[in-house]
């Protein structure tokens, strides 16, 4: 159900709903390439949300194609990432199913770990930024924030170092107690006002979700005075 999914998302990326209306169950719409998928989880005011309801979806019989222009209605925020979920060595073969890789949440009772497998739209970014208290890594080095624009992906032993650097801050709550990323999935990194969507892969390595010609139209702000 929409509750549930939007319970996953708020809770893996640590955000108050109580305090955010936007991020209400009521709010949220899927914008789906075809019927019955959903590819992207749109939210709208309250007042768009009124609007949809009493004004234009009972005139709207084409549902396909309504869902695909709410983009211009709401702002899309989330969309599925896969993910693949490290296997306990205590499981066998049969346990991992591609039912349980698809699930919209999955835990390893063993790891304390939960996956998330809705990543965030990188135009979400700047609205989620303020709300989201986990899976953030703000960069207090803007040299080190141009590299990672520039190269559009991080190995997490460099993350590692930089925070020791004291360059970031923020990796205590996404690293377990070897060190290594404890829930692979969607995290922002950010830096002062600036925020990109990223994801953690199963092997440690983050990448900027967004795209190139968003970051490249940036760079030159961040490499002023790195010269």
């Known amino acids: 159900s929409d509750s ?5 998302i708020t809770s893996f ?8 209306q936007t991020f209400d169950p009521k709010l949220v719409y899927w914008s789906s390439a075809s019927l019955g ?15 949809l309801r009493e004004s234009w979806f009972p005139s709207v019989s084409d549902m396909p194609t309504v869902r695909r222009k709410l983009r211009h209605f709401g702002q899309s925020a989330f969309w599925p990432v ?10 066998s073969s049969k346990d991992s199913s591609i039912a349980s890789l698809a699930a919209e949440t999955l835990h390893d009772s063993d790891a304390g770990e939960q996956l998330c497998t809705w990543g965030i739209i990188q135009e979400a970014a700047p ?8 899976r953030c890594i703000d960069f207090l080095d803007q040299y080190v924030f141009a ?21 970031v801050r923020g990796m205590e709550s996404l690293t377990d107690r070897t060190r290594k990323p404890s829930s692979p999935g969607g995290l922002l990194v950010r830096f002062e006002a600036a925020a990109f969507s990223c994801t ?13 010609q968003e970051t490249v139209s ?10």
């Not at 998928?37 to 609007?51: G, Q």
């Not at 590299?147 to 360059?167: C, F, I, P, S, T």
């Open 4 to 8: 549930a999914t939007m319970s996953t």
């Open 13 to 20: 990326y640590g955000i108050d709903s109580s305090r955010a």
């Open 37 to 51: 998928k959903r590819d992207k989880m749109c939210l709208v005011s309250p007042s768009v949300d009124l609007f």
């Open 82 to 91: 896969r993910l693949r979920k490290k296997r306990s060595p205590k499981r």
């Open 127 to 134: 609205l989620l930024a303020p709300h989201m208290q986990l």
């Open 147 to 167: 590299d990672l624009l520039k190269n559009r992906v991080v190995a997490w032993e460099q993350l590692n170092l930089w925070q020791e650097q004291g360059r």
């Open 200 to 212: 953690i892969s199963d092997t440690g390595e983050v990448a900027i979700s967004a795209r190139e």
């Open 218 to 227: 940036l760079l030159p702000l961040f490499e002023k005075g790195t010269e």
